[in-house]
């Protein structure tokens, strides 16, 4: 799917001048039909007693928030709290949205459910949630990342959803979610959708993030309990977008709290050894939604790297290209290299092993630490625990001597 540098003006689903809902006709009236259940959702007390319920009780919440000494004395500077998403259960914050969007699908009254992954871990949610509803689900995944998430493979296999490789364009995120869309275009009539994260049409950048709020509403409250203040700064790592925006929300409008969301900065600058969109990216539509995308002078999408799969996407959700472009969001990004000797760093400083996704965080946070001062506090948003990447870690750190 090309991407395209001028849509057409519309107010639906809105985030600055981004946004949207770009889509096939036949997906219209699903998406419409959503759009209504998730408001209605909202409106009733019900589904919140439902939702709250299970966060707390199966899917662990609220996380801790953790104050990391030891990494703190070794880096210097600020103090260094690490909000503990990695502790949910299925080892990461997709949990949080596919018990919404799970229950959504009930509400709508349907049975099967496809989701596309990357790093697998929304995609072992995805059919956690399905396991624990009794629904059918079908999970698509590029088969470079089914090589390199193996161990996600098997866990999304026991849980009981069939896996399907996709083969076409680069064998990763974005060619999961072309075969998801197509998938849905076929069996829109009995099929929900379970987007993993604040991408796509209208209503799903909106509502991906008001599942993900509840991370900030913690980090908050927990912050002011522990320090008596808000946080100096709030560091995620950003591939679509969901946990960034997750642990931005509740504190966008506290303007003395830098929001830094970090990209994957792969193994270079060129077009093609990244997924930095706003370090090389551009306006346009790419599945479903306006915001910017890598891409050539042509407009045709362009291949990505990254050592995390789950960061490893041409597009960024809508929502963090305002934050960008105005202003109230600072975007950058951690190499390959950087993410590598993060996961290394906590692992041996607090014992903790994190995502690669995460890592990237973690490392923003190990550059920015020691500029600051020891009055200082920064919030990383740690998305995911590391297990799954042992393969990938054991290949890159032989290599690096580690």
């Not at 193996?150 to 072309?178: Q, W």
């Not at 929900?192 to 991370?215: E, N, Q, T």
């Not at 809508?318 to 105005?326: I, V």
């Amino acid at each position: 799917m090309s991407a395209v540098t001028h849509p057409a003006t519309n107010a639906i689903g809105r985030f600055g001048a981004y946004g949207g809902r770009y889509v096939p006709e036949t997906l219209m009236t699903a998406l419409e039909e959503l759009e209504h259940a998730y408001a209605e959702a909202q409106a009733d007390p019900t589904f919140h007693a439902e939702l709250d319920l299970l966060l707390r009780d199966y899917a662990g919440r609220p996380t801790p928030l953790y104050f990391a000494s030891r990494l703190t004395e070794q880096l210097g500077g600020a103090k260094v709290y690490l909000k503990r998403e990695d502790l949910l259960h299925t080892g990461a914050h997709k949990i949080n949205n596919c018990i919404g969007q799970g229950l959504l699908a009930k509400r709508m009254g349907k049975k099967r459910i496809i989701a596309e992954t990357g790093a697998g871990q929304h995609g072992v949610a995805s059919a956690t949630v399905c396991a624990l509803f009794g629904l059918e689900c079908v999970v698509y995944m590029g088969e470079e990342d089914m090589r390199r998430q193996e161990l996600n493979v098997y866990r999304m296999r026991l849980l009981g959803a069939e896996v399907r490789g996709v083969s076409s364009g680069s064998r990763t995120l974005k060619d999961a979610i072309n075969e998801a869309m197509r998938d849905w275009v076929t069996n829109v009539r009995t099929t929900h959708y379970l987007l993993g994260s604040v991408l796509g049409a209208h209503p799903y950048p909106m509502m991906v993030r008001d599942f993900h709020r509840v991370i900030s509403k913690e980090a908050r409250q927990q912050m002011l309990e522990k320090e008596g203040r808000l946080p100096n700064a709030i560091i995620a790592c950003v591939g679509g977008g969901s946990n960034a925006i997750g642990a931005f929300y509740e504190f966008i409008s506290d303007k003395d709290v830098r929001l830094i969301g970090v990209e994957a900065g792969g193994r270079g600058t060129e077009l093609g050894e990244h997924a930095a969109r706003f370090q090389g990216g551009s306006p346009g539509v790419l599945q479903g939604t306006y915001s910017y995308v890598l891409q050539d002078e042509a407009g045709q999408i362009a291949l990505t790297h990254s050592v995390s799969a789950g960061l490893d996407y041409a597009s960024i959700g809508p929502e963090h290209a305002m934050l960008h472009d105005t202003g109230r969001a600072e975007y950058t990004s951690a190499s390959d290299e950087d993410a590598l000797r993060a996961t290394v760093k906590l692992a041996r400083t607090e014992g903790i092993l994190p995502a690669l996704e995460s890592a990237h965080a973690v490392a923003e946070c190990i550059r920015l630490a020691p500029s600051l001062s020891r009055h200082d506090i920064l919030i990383v948003n740690l998305s995911g625990r590391g297990d799954k990447d042992m393969g990938i870690l054991s290949r890159e750190l032989k290599l690096k001597g580690a």
